[in-house]
């Protein structure tokens, strides 16, 4: 892949990579209010995964497979 090839796709990984953290935001917050024993381990499984695509969008941003 060339330079140019890997700044696009860097660029066109901004915005999913943004939305991923607006949701990992929510759900800390939401983690942090939350009384429900059950809907907090809920919350906990939304925001492992929502971490691991985090981490993904950041590593295809890196050219990474």
């Known amino acids: 892949m060339n330079p140019e090839q890997k700044r696009l796709i860097k ?3 901004e915005v999913p ?3 991923a953290g607006q ?3 929510l759900l800390t917050f939401w983690l ?4 429900d024993n ?3 381990n809920m919350i906990v499984t ?3 995964v929502a971490r691991e ?7 295809s941003a890196e050219g990474k497979p």
């Open 23 to 25: 949701m990992i935001t």
């Open 17 to 19: 990579q943004m939305r």
């Open 32 to 35: 942090e209010a939350e009384t």
């Open 11 to 13: 660029q066109l990984l």
């Open 53 to 59: 695509i985090e981490q993904s969008l950041a590593e």
């Open 38 to 40: 059950d809907t907090s």
């Open 46 to 48: 939304a925001l492992t």
